[in-house]
């Protein structure tokens, strides 16, 4: 990473929740910056769902400067109390924690894929060609989406949205998953900083606040858990309100993201709920200082 940065003062806009072609967006890294520097975003960071090859490929891209990079990543996470997203920020790319994590996560992703397409094939008897196939386990961590998106080319769907509703999401079973213990240790220990992601959303279309969210943070902290994304695409103000007043009582970081995935998404960059002149709140103060030194460009 380049020298320690000033961050006094808020970039102009901040985005730290976004995906590429790594994980389960349709931008490459090039594509992906030349969008944050059009939105005037000035500190972003690539989230890609058990892949950190964004992070080792954006310093470089940044190196002209103008726009500042943080290392990111985010894992998919269940325990016996229900499921997360663990985004990781200003880790090592080299450390040791983080690649076995991410290895970890990518080997449960492939097992996922083929009980995905055994699944579409012996309930509904949806078959793919072949090329088709080996293309799906040629990358990096294929999801639903891509899926679905096979499913809409192949005429099973009308769209990447029904397919993954009607049929992807009709098998229950439970796969292997990353307990949000080891991700958050494993962030840690390559320097970086654990945050729980769009807290208040949990499975499908679960939500979890008031002494849910309570318990879910108590438990996570113990952990090790260090922050909160607050300010997010998707919430209210009502919402992002309630996450706030959390933070503060668990003394946690506050981060904002979109959680853009290109065209797999309808949603905008830089659109975190965090307004350009607002204030930001004591949270999200704390982290800006705490990554200094840690981001490049």
Do not use: W
Not at 94 to 100: F, K, L, T
Not at 195 to 208: C, R, T
Not at 243 to 257: D, E, K, S, W
Request: with cysteine; aromatic share 8%.
């Amino acid at each position: 990473m380049n020298g320690k940065q000033n961050f006094s003062k808020a970039p102009a806009k901040t985005d730290l929740h976004m995906h590429s072609v790594f994980s389960d967006g349709t931008d490459t890294p090039d594509e992906l910056l030349s969008r944050v520097r059009a939105a005037g975003i000035g500190l972003f960071s690539v989230t890609d769902h058990d892949s950190i090859e964004s992070s080792r490929i954006m310093p470089a891209l940044c190196a002209k400067g103008g726009t500042r990079f943080l290392s990111g990543v985010e894992f998919s996470c269940r325990d016996q109390q229900g499921q997360y997203h663990i985004l990781g920020y200003g880790y090592d790319p080299d450390a040791q924690p983080i690649q076995e994590l991410v290895a970890r996560g990518h080997s449960y992703r492939m097992k996922k894929l083929r009980r995905r397409l055994d699944f579409l094939e012996q309930e509904f008897g949806f078959t793919f060609p072949e090329e088709e196939v080996r293309r799906l386990y040629a990358m990096h961590n294929p999801g639903k989406p891509h899926i679905g998106n096979l499913m809409v080319q192949c005429g099973f769907a009308e769209s990447k949205e029904q397919a993954i509703r009607e049929y992807l999401n009709r098998l229950h079973e439970h796969s292997d998953c990353i307990p949000p213990g080891d991700a958050i240790r494993a962030i840690l220990e390559s320097g970086g900083i654990p945050v729980l992601a769009h807290p208040a959303f949990g499975s499908g279309d679960q939500m979890i606040r008031g002494g849910e969210m309570e318990q879910r943070l108590t438990r996570l902290t113990a952990s090790g858990l260090q922050g909160m994304e607050c300010f997010y695409s998707q919430f209210s103000a009502e919402i992002r309100e309630e996450m706030l007043a959390f933070a503060a009582r668990f003394g946690l970081y506050v981060t904002a993201g979109s959680d853009y995935h290109g065209t797999n998404k309808q949603i905008s960059l830089g659109d975190t709920g965090l307004g350009a002149s607002a204030e930001l709140p004591e949270g999200m103060q704390r982290f800006l200082h705490e990554i200094e030194g840690k981001c490049a460009g």
